[in-house]
């Protein structure tokens, strides 16, 4: 059976990869990863608020600005990251992608050009953004997200991939301009952890909430949208944890399955049962190759292309009846 997919510019065997998760922060990991199959290693997150300029020194070996040493709630620093590609890229012959998480087109993006340089084959820009200043408009974000991507674009000459958050008012309009700019591909979706509150304390707590397969639906939708629209590579990632998870993402056009949350609950191991549950699907349903079933019911090829939209909305609420209570 033929599971090849082009992303990125990487022909892959298949289309299953861990997403970015802190899995990658143990090589012993990383190398059951590759065991179990996976077509690519994506590295967790270097953060924008961890920047030192490159040639400083780490941050624990810095005064903080009372006097002591800087503390971080980060497992690596970005000299540890940049170490840990060249130990992943040592430990594994499959593509590694690398990723920098922030929202400012400032000094912090100077990273990439080190990350390149430290031997990941692609870098994923995560742009974890909420738009909360009344005075930003959604053009204004669109405009932050672009200017990161071209800014980081020149940079490094490394495939590179932006992963968007679904908060953004005009998708379909920013992914075309990043596919304009040269992006080698996009990511559906980056995962908001919501805060919750305490009330007892009064205060705001971290909440995390693996995925489950209801997540994906979104990612569908704009898949689907979008895959027939723009020249670059697009991934799923969140909500898939079967193969009938997968199978829906790829007719919807993605050419990369990025997984999480079905690792941590799975192992790695699972990687292995999703590529064999694929095959199985494919020959069960008389295809020899993933091209068979890639973008067939996208925006364009769908039969009836109106479901993507408001046509689905409306047909969901005008079927719901409300069932009399037994004895009524």
Known sequence: MDLTTNYLGFRLP???MPGASPLVDSLDMVRRLE????????????????????????PAARAAPGGGP???????????????????KASVSVP??????????DEW?????????????????NIYYLAADPLESGAEVDRRIIHIARRVRGLVSIPIAVKLSVFISGVTHLVNNLDALGVNGVVLFNRFYQPDIDIETRTVVPAIKLSDSSELLVRLRWLAILSPQVRCTLAVSGGVHTTEDAV????AGASAVQVVSALLKNG???????????????????????????????????????DYERANYTRILQSW????????
């Open 96 to 105: 590694v992608i690398a990723s920098l998480n922030g929202t400012l087109a």
């Open 35 to 58: 065991d179990a199959g996976a077509a690519a290693i994506v590295m967790h997150s270097l953060f924008q608020e961890q920047y030192v300029p490159p040639t400083s020194p780490p």
């Open 268 to 306: 790695p191991e699972h990687l292995t049962y999703l590529k064999a549950g694929l095959s199985r699907w494919l020959e069960d349903h008389g295809h020899g190759t993933l091209a068979g079933i890639q973008g067939i019911l996208d925006h364009r090829r769908c039969p009836n292309p109106a």
């Open 14 to 16: 298949h289309p299953f």
């Open 109 to 125: 993006l100077e990273w990439a050009r080190s990350i390149e340089q430290a031997g990941a084959d692609a870098l994923e820009l």
């Open 321 to 328: 009846r409300v069932e009399e209570p037994p004895g009524s």
């Open 70 to 88: 800087v503390t971080t709630q980060f497992a690596l620093d970005p000299q540890q990251y940049l170490e840990q590609i060249r130990r992943i």
């Open 248 to 251: 829906k993402a790829l007719m």
